[in-house]
Each structure stands twice: as C-alpha cells, then as structure tokens.
C-alpha cells in the first residue's frame, strides 16, 4: 500500500509565494534579501499552525539558494535548494525547545554556531517554540545572540510571546503572524481537495475552516480526518455530523420563530436541539454567532465580515431583512448574557429556555 502523507506534510508550502495569507511577511522577508538587509535574528510571533516553521525554512532555503530568482524566489533546482527539499540540508537545524530547554542542549547548538557552513552561505537556526527554554538557557543564549558570526541567522519561533524576555525581544526582528481567516483556510482546502480528487461541498470546507479557528495545520487535519469516514466525496452533512457541528438550519427556523413571537415552537426546537446531544452551551454560542451574522448583514459594510460561502450566506440576507436591528442587538445581548451566566448556573436548561423566551417575546412587547 502506498503511505500515506498527512496532508499538512504534504501540502506545506515551499515557496513565498503559496504560504497563505501572510502576505505581509512573506513581502517584507523578500524585500530583506532583495536588498540583503537580513537580520541576525528574528522572532516569528502567533498562534499554532499558521506558518511560523514553514516561513523560516523557506527562508532558509532561499538566502541559501544560488539561483534566485527576481521575484526572490528560490529556483528548486541548484544544489543547496535540492538539499533543502530533501530535508538534507546542512545549512538548517532545528531545535525543539520544548524537549531541549536545558543549558547543556543551548550550549551544544552555541558550540556548532561557531563552525561556518562548508557549503552556502548561511546556517540558519530555527529555535521553535523558544519560550520553553529554561532561564540560565536563554542567559547563556544571549550572548550569542548578541554577536553572532556572520554566518548564522536565528529564527525563533513562539506562540507565547508575551514569555520571551525583554533582552531577547530587543535583539531580534519581531514578525507577528496572524491567525488565517475562514475564506483563506476555506480557498485552500479547496485546492487541496482538487488535488487530492476529492469532491467537496463548498459550504462543507467552510465548516472545517471555521472549526480550525485560523490554523491551517488543524484545518488540513480535520479535512484528513472527514476523507478517512466519508471517503471521496465530502457533504455538508457529513462534516457537521463528523465535527458535531449544529446546523445552521436549526438556527434560521429558531430566528422564524423568534420574530413570529411564537414561544413554543421556538423552546421544542431547542428540545430538539439537546435530543441530538448537543448541550446547551454549545447551542447558545451558535445562536450568538447566528444573530451576529444577520446583524452584520444589516449593513453595506459590514456585511463582508460574513464568512460563510454563497448560498447560505443568501439566506443570512434574506433573515436579515425580516428582522429589525433593535431586535437583533436586544437579542444579542440576551444571549451573550446567557453565555456569561452559564457555566455558573445550577439550572443550565431553564437558563437557556428563559432567554429563548425573552428573545421570542422581544417584538411582542413592541406591537
Ligand atoms: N500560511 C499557511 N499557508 C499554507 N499552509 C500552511 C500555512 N500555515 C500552516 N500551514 C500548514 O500547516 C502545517 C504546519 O505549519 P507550520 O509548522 O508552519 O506552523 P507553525 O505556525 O510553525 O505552528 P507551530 O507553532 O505549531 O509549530 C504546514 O505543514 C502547512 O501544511
Ligand atoms: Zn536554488
């Protein structure tokens, strides 16, 4: 049988060019060695799986190449670009600071910083997840840090920033990566779908982009997971039963309702809601969410902050209209109420059908 590659492996990108949406940095990393203004050492801030190890290699890769391109790219063909994408390479090493932290593991990498590349022209030192290092590790790091040989260049990498020390942060070049937006994760998985041959339902990708919370690697993890149980073909369907997600539709009859004042129909649909074995917390955030969304329809603007893709987000608009924007931020605040209240109540059912009936009798009061 043929191995399988997890498609986070598979799909991480090799260029600048096909990172996803981190254009901001990719640019200002092109233009550093463009105009060979590269620093000795740079700090990759943000969340997990967004494309902090995968940036720091392509660089690697690219100031080492002996080809590059114009657009500053790395050509993939000389020697040094062959190593990289070989995983053969010399002129990188990795760290993992979380299982080497100690002062004995950072003065073994000090001592190799030392030694000049024999082949290239950069040995690049990715230290990931950097704020796992104990304290003397990162004091005998600094020094290093401070005057490093003109061959090493440091990428640090963390998702907690707010843990590097001060004199670390003052002798490093900080790029901040964002979490990735749902269309992005979405645009890609797509992509990655088409390769893969699967046939995917597009408002299926965007469930699993929305799961992901911006991070593309759990987005590819989850989008692995769904081919495992639904095969070549993935449905709307299967990816909400599979991630035991709501669907939305629960969502836009309960809004009917709502504006019906119809009471009961709107508490059996909530009854409908816990049968399914879903709890009540989870059903609150969807309705916070669902009510955000036709709120933000309400306006020009804003309605690009809906992130849901074509025919749902039709539907949105077409709520939207049936509902007043007094209606929508009362009711806004009644569930956000009910989600601050949640965790702390003894009766968690009666929170939630008490706010599930003061949203159904909002536009009553009015008439
Ligand atoms: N911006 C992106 N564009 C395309 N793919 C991405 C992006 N970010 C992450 N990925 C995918 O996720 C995988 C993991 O990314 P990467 O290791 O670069 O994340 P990271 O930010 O370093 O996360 P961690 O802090 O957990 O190490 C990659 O192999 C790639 O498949
Ligand atoms: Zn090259």
Do not use: W
């Not at 990735?180 to 597009?202: C, P, Q, R």
């Not at 539709?249 to 059996?268: A, C, G, I, Q, T």
């Not at 809906?306 to 209209?321: F, M, P």
């Amino acid at each position: 049988m043929e191995n399988f590659i997890v498609s986070a492996r598979k799909y991480r990108p090799d260029s600048f060019d096909t990172v996803v949406a981190q254009s901001s940095i990719t640019t200002t990393l092109k233009n550093a060695i463009k105009n060979s203004q590269l620093a000795h050492a740079y700090l990759f801030c943000g969340p997990r799986g967004v494309g902090k190890t995968t940036c720091a290699r392509i660089f690697a890769k690219t100031i080492n190449c002996s080809n590059l391109s114009p657009e500053v790219e790395a050509c993939n063909e000389c020697e040094s670009c062959k190593a990289f994408n070989t995983s053969r390479s010399f002129n990188i090493h990795e760290l993992d600071a979380a299982s080497n932290n100690s002062v004995d593991d950072i003065r073994q990498l000090i001592d190799q910083v030392r030694i000049p590349p024999q082949v290239g022209k950069y040995s690049v030192y990715i230290i990931d997840e950097v704020h796992m290092l104990s304290s003397q590790a990162f004091n005998a790091f600094l020094k290093t840090l401070e005057e490093p040989p003109k061959h090493a260049i440091f990428i640090l990498a963390t998702t907690e920033k707010h843990k590097i020390i001060p004199t670390i942060l003052s002798r490093c070049q900080i790029f901040d990566f964002n979490r990735i937006g749902i269309s992005d994760i979405a645009g890609h998985l797509e992509y990655v779908a088409k390769n893969e041959g699967v046939t995917a339902e597009k408002e299926a990708l965007n469930i699993i982009a929305q799961k992901a919370d911006g991070a593309m690697r759990d987005a590819l993890s989850i989008f692995d997971q769904i081919v495992s149980f639904s095969g070549k073909d993935i449905t709307y369907q299967d990816v909400i039963s599979n991630l035991n997600v709501l669907d939305y539709d629960y969502y836009f009859r309960l809004v009917e309702h709502f504006v019906k004042n119809e009471v009961p129909d709107s508490l059996m649909i909530f009854d409908d809601i816990l049968n399914h074995g879903f709890d009540g917390h989870h059903f609150i955030n969807g309705l916070s969410s669902h009510l955000r969304n036709l709120l933000v329809c309400k306006d020009p603007v804003t309605v690009q902050l809906l992130e849901v893709s074509g025919e749902i987000k039709d539907r949105y608009k077409v709520q939207a209209a049936s509902c007043e924007n007094d209606f929508l931020l009362k009711a806004l605040e009644i569930s956000n109420e009910c989600d601050m209240q949640y965790k702390m109540s003894q009766n968690k059912r009666l929170l939630v059908e008490l706010a599930i009936v003061r949203i159904a009798q909002l536009t009553l009061k009015k008439k």
